[in-house]
């Protein structure tokens, strides 16, 4: 009796088993090496089909075209899977586009409103001792795009990184510097 019954538990097991490893996922995987900080293209990709397991995170091989021009954050080695942390977020800038940082104070942006491809301007703000009159000149503007909304630091800054035309990305970074910045959000209509 005892024999039959570590029988029928060991075929039950077995047959488990046999079930779970045929439970498979495409994921993603590195088809040929790609150096950090390269444009990630799809020949660059392929799928590999593994075990389901919840300790594993590779991208799904369904989220293939999100990954396609972004840029790898690391060495990519051919063989491996691809993880959400071997690539940056955005896609690649269009032609005449380059990435600013922008520090903007507390109360200088309206951060909950902000969301990446929002249209905004970028103006130049007074010092905290200049006086603002009536006849005084326009603020200077750049107009740009929102990337990516940082987390507020301690003192309530916020870091938000902008795309703008290459023959502003200059000024912009200079201004951004001195702290004198704020962030208009242009209408979403």
């Keep these: 009796m005892l024999g039959v019954l570590v029988t029928l538990v060991g075929v039950l097991g077995t047959s488990m088993l046999v079930r779970s490893a045929g439970d498979r996922v495409d994921v993603l995987a590195v088809a040929r090496d790609v150096p950090a900080g390269q444009e990630i293209t799809a020949e660059d990709l392929t799928t590999a089909a593994l075990p389901s397991d919840?300790?594993?995170?590779p991208v799904k091989a369904s989220e293939k075209s999100s990954v396609i021009g972004r840029r790898a954050t690391a060495p990519l080695h051919r063989g491996e899977l691809l993880a959400d942390s071997?690539?940056?977020?955005?896609?690649?800038?269009?032609?005449?586009?380059?990435?600013?940082?922008?520090?903007?104070?507390?109360?200088?942006?309206?951060?909950?409103?902000?969301?990446p491809g929002d249209q905004v301007k970028i103006v130049s703000t007074p010092g905290k001792d200049e006086q603002i009159t009536k006849n005084a000149s326009a603020p200077q503007e750049i107009e740009a795009q929102i990337v990516k909304v940082g987390a507020p630091n301690a003192s309530g800054a916020v870091v938000v990184q902008v795309s703008v035309a290459g023959t502003d990305s200059s000024l912009l970074a200079a201004r951004a510097a001195t702290g004198r910045v704020a962030i208009v959000l242009a209408s979403k209509g």
């Design 54 to 57: 919840p300790a594993l995170t």
């Design 86 to 115: 071997q690539f940056r977020g955005g896609k690649v800038l269009p032609v005449g586009q380059e990435l600013v940082a922008v520090e903007v104070q507390r109360g200088a942006a309206p951060i909950d409103a902000l969301a």
